[in-house]
């Protein structure tokens, strides 16, 4: 079982950064693939960003890449989204997720969700 919390959140202006975490309780996170999924009003979870049980390997889509990174901190059981040149499409309820195996950018495929966190930004 793992339990995940999300934080950093807020309202931005377009062009502004933000920092979002997720931290997860479990002895076992390193062998989990972590997530970042958006959902916006109306629209269906998509995926956002993954990262490797190691680390070693990030995955993003198209519509951030260049402009989002991901990491992660084993020790401190805590995954990362780095949020740059935030435009307003961006605007979305961010959830952190979990699973147990390799990649999959399919948020079916993920077994544990954190609660969260609400991005805005403005025009």
């Known amino acids: 079982q793992v339990q995940l919390v999300e934080s950093g959140g807020g309202l931005v202006q377009a062009g502004g950064s933000l920092r979002l975490s997720c931290a997860a309780s479990?002895?076992?996170?390193?062998?989990?693939?972590m997530g970042w999924f958006r959902q916006a009003p109306g629209k269906e979870r998509e995926f956002v960003a993954a990262?490797?049980?190691?680390?070693?390997?990030?995955y993003y889509a198209d519509s951030v890449k260049g402009r989002f990174t991901i990491s992660k901190d084993n020790a401190k059981n805590t995954v990362y989204l780095q949020m740059n040149s935030l435009k307003p499409e961006d605007t979305a309820v961010y959830y952190c997720?979990?699973?147990?195996?390799?990649?999959?950018?399919?948020?079916?495929?993920?077994?544990?969700w954190g609660q969260g966190t609400q991005v805005t930004v403005s025009s």
């Open positions: 997720a979990a699973k147990q195996g390799i990649y999959s950018g399919n948020y079916r495929m993920y077994d544990y």
């Open positions: 479990g002895r076992t996170f390193s062998s989990y693939t």
């Open positions: 990262i490797s049980r190691s680390g070693g390997t990030t």
